[in-house]
């Protein structure tokens, strides 16, 4: 009887030791996620080991990265304040002291309700003057509202749902690319960028009446008597028009134009734009180079800009502008092309130097869940726009765990203390 009793007890104890087992074994692996993500298939061969680190710790992603952070919802709150701009008293002209925008902090100015108000007149206000804007090699065109206001207008040439096959930098800029990343910006904190609309403009009401001689030579009627136009630039073509839709309209992304100067400078991590292969894709430690050129401040910078160009995937900033020792975020047209793929290498700057500046992390760690993606769509509701189909938003959280998983690979090789910076 004795003998029995000690033997269930035992029993009793062994399972106890093996539930112990269970619950803390789970306890260390949530976040595991099986073999969910995989190195992309093609990129195996070529690509450097450090993707497959990356992939190693994506897959064992802690499960804060995949939950909506409750820190987020006061910004949340805010952001809606400063772009939901209906029932504010609107008479106000918002274009007064537009030289006292520039602060230390942003571009410009970011109180309650005046960003709404500035999209909203950008968006709306009539216009006096349409010219060519010959900067650049995309075609844009010159929009002059409320006298001395200027727009840059880069118009539609895809439809969302297109997608862009080829390299990274293919096709036409996407206008919806650059509104898409203001908001981006903005969800962000990333406050060195320009507002950024969407626009229709009426061709035969709007920009013909009111278009320089310039312009006008750069336009042509279509079969249906409707003035399309080519305008002037490095890669403008008689034969790539861009005509207006049934309404009259063409749709462009309406960017306000900031009057400074700007310093540019050659990217260290830009790409060759032909088969040879650039420093940077050749060596691992091509960090340590840059150090050596470049400030701690610029690098972080630069890593800030790859994590917001990995995003939208822009794999075109060859060149980089800055104003106030800060990189403008100028020229998002060549991002959200596929929304099936992720070109890490986009995020060379961070997995190499693997160092991100601490109030940069702070905030990119409570964007997690989905609250990224769900207020870019919230804000640009306040002007009536979608930018993007349901897979580029997928797409933009599913690169937004590959950058925690990135940030993961960098403290489990170097420790936090290395990574976080505060510069
Ligand atoms: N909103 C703006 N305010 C002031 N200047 C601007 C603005 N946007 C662009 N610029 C200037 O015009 C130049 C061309 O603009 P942008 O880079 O958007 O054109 P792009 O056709 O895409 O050029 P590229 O093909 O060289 O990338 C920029 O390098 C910048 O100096
Ligand atoms: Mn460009």
Known sequence: MSLNYAFGFSLFLLILVALNIYFFYSLNTTGKRGSMYNVPGIKLDLAPSVFKDIYDHLNYLPSQYKIKNPKFIPIQKNLVKSFNSS?????KNVWQNTENWVSEESLFPHGDGVPGRIL????????????????????KLLLLIQEKQKLYFKPKR????????????????????????????MVMNFKWIIPSVIRRVHVAKDVVPVATLGLKKTMIRNESGSFCIYGKCFYC????????????????????????????????????????????EKDNDFCKKVMGILSLKRILNLIDVSIFDFL???????????????????????????PMIDELDILAPLYQCCMISLSTWQHLEILSGGHLTETI?????????????????????????KIYATIQYCIGKHGSAKVFKTA
């Open 158 to 185: 895809y439809q969302l749902s297109d997608v862009i096959h080829g390299n990274i930098y293919a096709g036409f800029d996407r206008h919806n690319s650059e509104v898409f990343a203001y908001y981006l910006a």
């Open 377 to 401: 769509k919230l804000l640009s509701s306040f002007q009536g726009e979608i930018l993007a189909t349901e897979e580029h938003f997928k797409a933009v959280e599913r690169r937004l765990l």
């Open 120 to 139: 909203r007149e950008m968006q709306t206000s009539q216009i006096a003057l349409v010219d060519n804007a010959p900067k650049g090699t995309q075609m």
């Open 312 to 338: 939208i995937q822009n794999g075109d900033r060859h060149r980089y502008e800055v104003y106030k020792n800060k990189i403008v975020l100028l020229d998002n047209g060549k991002g959200l092309g596929n």
């Open 87 to 91: 029932g504010l008293n609107n008479t």
């Open 237 to 280: 073509k008689v034969n790539e028009t861009v005509c207006p839709d049934r309404n009259g309209e063409i749709e462009g992304a309406a960017i306000l134009y900031l009057d400074k100067q700007f310093k540019v400078h050659k990217s260290p991590w830009r790409r060759s734009y032909n088969s040879k292969k650039m420093d940077w």
